[in-house]
Structures are given as C-alpha cells and as structure tokens.
C-alpha cells in the first residue's frame, strides 16, 4: 500500500538534518543529479541503503579511495542497480527471520540510476523486481543522455536532441525517435506508488520519496535533472531548466498511488515549449527552417501526452457511464459498452 507523508516537510526542521551526500564530490558544478540526491536523502525518515549504477553521480562520488555518501551505498554494474538492492533487501529479511538482526529496526532500501541505466540496460532488472514486490524505492535521474561516457543518446533522450551518437548536421536532425515514457511502463506493472519529480519543485519531490520509502512494496520515482553539458545550457541553469520542463509540460508532475493517478501540479497557463528548449544547446538546430516539421512534431506529441494525462485524471473520477453519459452529451459519440 501506497502511504502518505508522515510528517509535513518544514525547512527550519529540515536545515538542522546532517547532509547525507558530503560535499567535495566531483560531479560538475551546477549538477543537478547532487541536488536530487540532497532533495531525496534529507526526505528520508530512516536510515538507507543505496545501491547506485555506474553513471556520472556514481563514478563522481566516489572516486577511489573516497566516498562522499555518509550511508551505507554500494557499486552497482550498469545494468542491475534494482537486482543489487532486491538482494540486500532480501538479505535483510533472511537476517530478520532468523533472528539475527531486531526485527523493530526500519531500514529503507533504495536504487538509484541514471536514464542510461534506466530506460536502457537496467530496465529488465527494474522489471523483474518491481514485479516480485520487493520492498524498495528505485529512484531515476534522468538527465536524458549517457552523460558520464561523453554525451551518447539514451531511449530518454527527446526527439531532436543533438548528443555524439545523434550528431545534427546535414545527414540528421538530432535525435530521430521520441523518447521512451518509462514512467508509463513502471506504472504497467501495478505497483503501489510511483511518480514524476522535479529538482525545482523540491516539496512535491520530497513528499514523493517520503511517500515512496513509506510503501509496503516497490516504489518508482522518476526525476528530471538536467545537466548543463548535455544541454548546452548555462551552469547555473539547470533548476530553471527543470522548472521550465514543468511549466511547458514536458515533464509533468504527476503520481499514481494503489492505481488511482494524481496530476499534482497544473501550470494555469501551458507554456509554449520553446521556452523550455531554446537556452539548449542540443536543440539549437531545431529552430533553422529546414528543421520546423521536427520541431512541430516534437511540440505536437508533448501537447498530446499532456492532454492524454488530464483526460486520465478525469476519467478515472468517473464511472462508465458517468464517461459515456459526457461522450454522448458534449460530441454525440455513443461508446460501444455493454453493461
Ligand atoms: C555494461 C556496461 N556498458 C557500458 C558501460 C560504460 N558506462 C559507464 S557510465 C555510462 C553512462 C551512464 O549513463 P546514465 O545512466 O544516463 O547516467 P549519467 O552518466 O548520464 O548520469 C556508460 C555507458 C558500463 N560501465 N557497463
Ligand atoms: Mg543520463
């Protein structure tokens, strides 16, 4: 069962918490995966367990012979992130069951990866064990690229994203295919919570992790971060950038607790999602003329998604023939259910 907050997030409370990821670290200035990571771990109510794929906030962290995590936190390979922790948290249980560790102590188990790690090589490992129903939150940084190995695209990256595997230039665009929506795959498996996040918008994502760590079962949370030498984008821009991917909704904030989807945040005004791509680098060849049909389609199918959540939210408040009796008053449009 998914569970709610147990306690309201103050910040004067939350300034007086130990920062759980040290500085001195070596991740870029500006890198707004440290943010997440900050966000995440001042959220968390009891102690953590971290397993962490390879990717630039793991390499970055903990360069031979230092961490920068005051938790416990293991390497994982690339493709396993979610299979590490399930098997320490399954560990964990044996330990309990055999009376070897108190059985009243709450320790969280955690997984964290990048787009790369996520939508890519470890999507099996989060499949099968978002699907045995362990007991862990699996926790994305999805900066849309495989930034850590010089900016390759992932199966996160947008349409039209110029990386060093999608090159612009006269033979393509950027990036050719739309990018995987892989909250939508976590949500197919059923499981009791999972939602999207934002660096920028700090309380809603901290309310979702302490939401996720507190699920009986396996949690997901997907969070925008940008990176300012994917994005070509100033350094100081990334939570700005990740403000405006909400603002422009091609991020949207949204959760889904025991099956029931939550929009938790509805800009009043959608803005125009150039606004969101132009300080990027990665798009800039977008707003040459030979480029518009790429950039239509791009806007067209982010206005789509949009409008394709609202209408979730709303049909789910109503019954059948609730929805039916609308289809046929408002467009004359009978749906062909029986009872
Ligand atoms: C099996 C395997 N293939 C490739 C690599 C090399 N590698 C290490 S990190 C990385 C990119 C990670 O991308 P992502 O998960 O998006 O994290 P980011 O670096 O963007 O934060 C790659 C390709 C590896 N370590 N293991
Ligand atoms: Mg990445």
Request: hydrophobic residues 35%.
């Amino acid at each position: 069962m998914a569970e709610t907050a147990k306690k309201s997030l103050n910040l004067k409370e939350l300034s007086k918490k130990p920062e759980l990821l040290t500085g001195g670290h070596r991740l870029c200035a500006g890198c707004t995966a440290s943010v997440v990571m900050r966000q995440m771990l001042l959220a968390a109510e009891d102690p953590v367990i971290i397993s962490n794929a390879t990717g630039c906030l793991e390499v970055a962290t903990t360069i031979y012979p230092y961490s920068a995590w005051l938790t416990p936190w293991i390497h994982s390979a690339f493709e396993n992130s979610a299979a590490t922790i399930t098997g320490v948290e399954s560990m964990y249980n044996s330990l309990k069951r055999q009376g070897k560790l108190p059985v009243d102590k709450k320790i969280r188990f955690i997984a964290l990866g990048g787009d790369g790690g996520t939508y890519d090589i470890g999507l099996q490992s989060l499949s099968g064990a978002l699907e045995r129903g362990h007991n862990f939150t699996y926790i994305c940084y999805d900066n849309g690229a495989y930034m850590n190995t010089g900016i390759q695209r992932s199966s996160a990256s947008p349409l039209g994203a110029d990386t060093t595997t999608t090159p612009a230039g006269k033979v393509i665009a950027g990036k050719q295919q739309y990018r995987k929506d892989l909250t939508a795959i976590v949500a197919a498996h059923n499981i009791p919570y999972l939602a999207q996040a934002s660096p920028s918008h700090w309380r809603d994502l901290m309310e979702k992790v302490r939401k996720a760590l507190n699920t009986e079962g396996p949690a997901f949370l997907n969070v925008i971060a940008p990176c300012h030498r994917g994005w070509r984008c100033k350094i100081d821009e990334g939570i700005e950038l990740a403000r405006s991917a909400v603002e422009t909704c091609f991020w949207p904030l949204y959760e889904i607790a025991d099956g029931k989807l939550t929009i938790n945040y509805k800009p009043r005004q959608r803005k125009p999602l150039q606004e969101w791509m132009e300080p990027q680098g990665r798009f800039n060849h977008l707003f040459k003329p030979e480029n518009a049909a790429i950039l239509e389609r791009l806007k067209e199918r982010v206005k789509l998604d949009w409008h394709l959540l609202l209408d979730l939210e709303i049909k789910q408040k109503l019954d059948l023939k609730e929805w039916q009796g609308v289809l046929k008053d408002k467009y004359n449009i009978d749906y062909p259910v029986e009872y």
